[in-house]
């Protein structure tokens, strides 16, 4: 029998409870590593990252991000017998990850990141983002984070998560109790995926740590606004899983807003990347 296969027997599910209680007695008795404590901007739940103070002598760029063309109809999932049994897995298979972009008809796209290929000698405030894990659903369905910043995992329900943070070589795993924070740090930018080892492999959300901190994540509206950009002309990406890159090029002139929009659209399902294996490596403090 494979890992999988024992991960979703109905002896594991039976012991689940009490093997999760153990391993968290057992797993999590190394403390981590003591970090210097910078001052951290709480982000919120939210993708929206709390305002920065403005920086004489910078602009910023806004705009909105819309999903165009067609956008594909929700994705059936399988639901077993196994998922049936594990609380609120069938609804979220049925609804929220059979959508994946988040929105059934082209408009304002929540969630998308867009960055600005801007460079400065001062490190931004380091921020909180959050990821909310669920009976078997995460939020936000995309996160980004800059190397600074604090991940924080939490856990929404009294189900027991084994949480996972994989990809860019490394591995976090780490049981996530009812009501419980975490707080993880990735040192090495790239994609990674979060996920639950105790879940089916589709209950994801894909994290991306960016190299510069020049961007932001659109909120429900479809709107993003990046601050404290330095005057210069760049070049902007907008991205979204399941959709494809959208370059452009903005002007910055200190104390202005410059505006730029971007249009997206839903890949082939060919080109889609499945759901990631795990991708070990050293872990993460």
Known sequence: MNVRELLFSKAFRAARVATALAAAGCTRSTPEPVRPTPAVVDAGASTATAAPARVPGTGRVEGVVRLVGVVPPPSPIVIDHDVEQMRGCAAAARGYYATPFGITAPGPLPEALVTVDAHSATQPTPQRRHATYDDCSITPRFVAMFLTDTLVLHASTDAHHLTMVDGAGATIAQMLLPGEDQEKHVTRP???????????NWMQSPL???LNPYFDQTDAAGRYVVENVPPGTYA?????PGAGAVDASVTVVAG???QQD???SALP???VRPPAAPDAGPPIP
């Open 190 to 200: 790239g994609r990674y995926i979060l996920h639950s080892r105790l879940f089916p």
């Open 208 to 210: 991306v740590a960016v």
């Open 236 to 240: 902007m990406h907008a991205w979204f």
């Open 256 to 258: 202005q807003t410059a």
């Open 262 to 264: 971007f249009a997206l």
């Open 269 to 271: 399902p060919s080109a």
